[in-house]
């Protein structure tokens, strides 16, 4: 399992067909993200870079900024929010907040791979406060 994988599976368990995304990378990592889930057959509206180089200051972002940076995307159009494309990038404690905000359903590369390990293991998807994938519908 790669959390590449499990972010393209929970997309297609949402039923996404277009998404937006927020990603910490430079812009042309963000853009080989972006080719990767489009050649899936999940086509990304709009996307916005962080341009964090460097990956232990990925890891210490504060997941409440996302409340305020996915306001920068245009969501018209999109079935689905990826609100971290990154596992390491923090984003967990946005996602609800979000959800709730925006009326679309809410995930990160974290939730996606969460779903697919719960799935694997023959458990229940069910996380709280996780967002829509993980809600155990």
């Given at each position: 399992?790669?959390?590449?994988?499990?972010?393209?599976?929970?997309?297609?368990?949402?039923?996404?067909?277009?998404?937006?995304?927020?990603?910490?990378?430079?812009?042309?990592?963000?853009?080989?993200?972006?080719?990767?889930?489009?050649?899936?057959?999940?086509?990304?509206?709009?996307?916005?870079?962080?341009?964090?180089?460097?990956?232990?200051?990925?890891?210490?972002?504060?997941?409440?900024?996302?409340?305020?940076?996915?306001?920068e995307?245009?969501?018209?159009?999109?079935?689905?929010?990826?609100?971290?494309?990154?596992?390491?990038?923090?984003?967990?404690?946005?996602?609800?907040?979000?959800?709730k905000?925006?009326?679309?359903?809410?995930?990160?590369?974290?939730?996606?791979?969460?779903?697919?390990?719960?799935?694997?293991?023959?458990?229940?998807?069910?996380?709280?406060n996780?967002g829509?994938?993980?809600?155990?519908?």
């Amino acid at each position: 399992m790669t959390s590449a994988g499990a972010l393209v599976a929970g997309l297609k368990a949402l039923k996404a067909r277009k998404i937006a995304m927020v990603a910490p990378y430079l812009k042309p990592l963000t853009h080989l993200v972006i080719e990767y889930i489009e050649a899936e057959g999940i086509q990304v509206t709009d996307s916005i870079s962080l341009e964090v180089a460097d990956n232990l200051e990925v890891g210490r972002l504060d997941p409440v900024g996302l409340t305020k940076i996915y306001r920068e995307l245009k969501l018209d159009g999109a079935d689905v929010l990826v609100l971290s494309s990154c596992v390491q990038m923090p984003s967990l404690a946005a996602i609800p907040v979000v959800e709730k905000e925006c009326g679309l359903p809410v995930v990160s590369a974290a939730v996606c791979t969460t779903h697919q390990m719960l799935q694997r293991l023959g458990l229940k998807t069910y996380v709280p406060n996780a967002g829509a994938l993980l809600s155990g519908r």
